[in-house]
């Protein structure tokens, strides 16, 4: 039975490309109500140590700021007039900026922060915050990802050692017969 409560789930990759198709492999899981999805981040970090970090769905003091502050103008400047939407659309730019400042809804910044020094040089780890893991299917897809190593996850022992499991088999020279 699927998991009902966000557990965290973190694989790394030789390629970035390869992090990339697993998270349309978990996209396309969502869809056909494998797993639900509720955030992805990718931290890169290349040869020479340094890290990059790309956030899929939290919102950023940038965007928060953005959004509410166009809003703001133009509710400001329809109620207003002009100086009403400079103002209101000033007040609501800084409240949208503190709310994507203060409001983390997905993986958590110490986790990401711990990643950016986790992952080794030359790898890209995709940290994905899921619920209703079917894992199976899980399994399934990880199998067709060889030299994807798992480096983090808060899922129950028995079911991180089915995604090892199935990591290992991906990894796995094929059978050639005698």
């Known amino acids: 039975m699927p998991e009902a409560y966000q557990k965290l789930l973190v694989?790394?990759?030789?390629d970035q490309l390869r992090a990339q198709e697993f998270l349309l492999t978990a996209v396309r899981l969502q869809r056909s109500d494998e797993l639900m999805l509720h955030d992805?981040?990718?931290?890169?970090?290349?040869?020479?140590?340094?890290?990059?970090?790309?956030e899929t769905t939290d919102v950023t003091p940038g965007k928060g700021a953005m959004g509410a502050g166009v809003w703001g103008l133009l509710l400001g400047a329809l109620f207003g007039g002009p100086i009403g939407g400079l103002v209101v659309g000033a007040a609501s730019a800084g409240g949208g900026a503190l709310i994507g400042k203060l409001v983390n809804t997905g993986i958590k910044n110490s986790t990401v922060k711990a990643?950016?020094?986790?992952?080794p040089p030359g790898r890209t780890a995709?940290?994905?915050?899921v619920s209703h893991v079917s894992l199976a299917d899980l399994q399934r897809e990880l199998a067709r990802f060889p030299g994807a190593r798992l480096v983090e996850s808060d899922l129950p022992p028995a079911a991180i050692a089915a995604v090892q499991n199935a990591l290992e088999e991906a990894n796995r020279p094929p059978f050639t017969g005698a």
């Open 40 to 54: 992805a981040v990718f931290v890169r970090r290349s040869a020479d140590g340094s890290s990059h970090v790309r």
């Open 115 to 119: 990643l950016r020094e986790t992952v």
């Open 126 to 129: 995709l940290a994905l915050l």
């Open 11 to 14: 694989i790394s990759f030789d």
